[in-house]
């Protein structure tokens, strides 16, 4: 599915498509898929129910095909329900 909203990026989003591990802060383990990635944040679906728009994760990032996942925060930026049971997460790093 391509971007449907407006673009508000500063940053150009590329296409990188990898799994992703994602926790909401006390929350339980999650399986996702992240769609696009820029300077400022990524794009991902998951057919968990994902963290609240304002909430801030810990996520595991893939690097390449190195065998290294790369752990970040996020904040939730924005949450669309995409269809039954599957979410798209818009989320910003925080540094």
């Known amino acids: 599915m391509d971007w449907p909203g407006e673009e508000r990026r500063d940053a150009k989003r590329c296409l990188y498509v990898r799994p992703v591990q994602f926790k909401p ?3 339980p383990y999650s399986q ?5 990635i ?10 968990m129910r994902p963290p609240i728009t304002g909430s801030v994760f810990q ?5 390449s095909e190195l065998e290294v996942n ?3 925060l996020g904040l939730v930026r924005w949450m669309m329900h995409e ?3 599957i979410y ?5 790093f925080l540094i």
């Open 83 to 85: 269809k039954f049971e």
């Open 70 to 72: 790369v752990p970040i």
């Open 25 to 27: 802060m006390g929350g």
């Open 59 to 63: 996520a595991w990032i893939p690097l």
């Open 38 to 47: 820029s300077d400022g944040g990524a794009r991902f679906r998951t057919p």
């Open 32 to 36: 996702g898929e992240i769609l696009d």
């Open 88 to 92: 798209q997460v818009g989320f910003q």
